[in-house]
């Protein structure tokens, strides 16, 4: 019969080369991993990335003529969220002359405050300084692919009790609270606006949502803000930086509402200078 002294060394040896194993097992592991996804490139193209989102639209040479696929490629909590697919492409040619109570036409704010669906777009690259708050009406597209367009020191948008709105590729940063305004949320109505909390994207009992591939730093709040109720939202590609509250889901936990809030949260990078309300 064995002795314990000859079974415990067995055990030992067997745990040492079991833990020696592991390392080369995930190496293994990460090659074949590697083979398959360059065999899977070899078959689809290089323009194949693993990322569904981006392998969605950006394989199509003629994206800039194809602007409204982007709707379609969308996933998670948030891929019903149609923005202005059916609808006209709005031009935004005028970045300076904001007017929260009487928008001009060509302005960012005039296209989304409109009743009828609008997939908005820029002619050149914009540094917009909002006056108050971005008010949001419901099936509108925010697509600033193809130029650089800042949303930045003034109160940002917000997405207030409307539905099926997409913004991507936007950067979003050093953002400040609004003060008490009237101001117009569609063509023929005027509301007193209280105070904003100077957050980045605020999303408030709203549902169909798609924040895609925005950059947002430095605001006065938090950079994206689900609350009252808000779900069927998905937040992906985005990169977020130099922020101490950086997301919010749900402001209270005895909000009844909030706990059916469903969110997808997918391929953000959470970069340098982030303290607090990052996803775990």
Not at 57 to 70: F, V
Not at 84 to 105: A, C, E, H, M, Q
Not at 108 to 132: C, G, S, T, V
């Amino acid at each position: 019969m064995p002795s314990f002294s000859f079974l415990y060394l067995l055990m030992l040896m067997h745990s040492t080369f079991a833990t020696s194993m592991r390392p080369l097992m995930q190496i293994s592991r990460a090659i074949e991993w590697s083979s398959e996804r360059r065999h899977l490139e070899s078959e689809t193209g290089s323009c194949r990335t693993g990322n569904l989102i981006d392998d969605c639209w950006r394989c199509d040479s003629e994206w800039e003529t194809n602007r409204k696929m982007l709707a379609d490629c969308a996933f998670g909590f948030g891929r019903n969220a149609v923005g202005g697919r059916d609808g006209k492409l709005y031009v935004v040619t005028d970045s300076d002359n904001d007017d929260p109570l009487d928008p001009i036409p060509g302005t960012l704010r005039y296209a989304a405050i409109q009743e009828e669906p609008l997939w908005i777009i820029f002619d050149h690259d914009m540094i917009i300084n909002l006056k108050e708050e971005l008010v949001m009406n419901s099936y509108k597209t925010i697509d600033g692919r193809g130029f650089n367009i800042q949303i930045s020191k003034g109160p940002c948008i917000a997405i207030y009790n409307v539905s099926n709105i997409i913004i991507h590729n936007i950067y979003i940063h050093d953002c400040v609270p609004g003060g008490i305004e009237v101001m117009k949320n569609s063509p023929q109505h005027s509301t007193l606006r209280g105070y904003s909390d100077g957050d980045g994207i605020s999303i408030y009992g709203s549902r169909d949502v798609w924040i895609d591939h925005c950059t947002l730093a430095s605001c006065h709040d938090g950079l994206i803000d689900v609350v009252y109720g808000s779900t069927s939202i998905t937040i992906s590609n985005n990169y977020m930086f130099h922020h101490n509250e950086v997301m919010l889901m749900g402001n209270n936990d005895d909000f009844l509402a909030d706990k059916n809030m469903q969110v997808t949260i997918a391929f953000n990078f959470f970069g340098e200078g982030l303290v607090q309300r990052m996803p775990r």
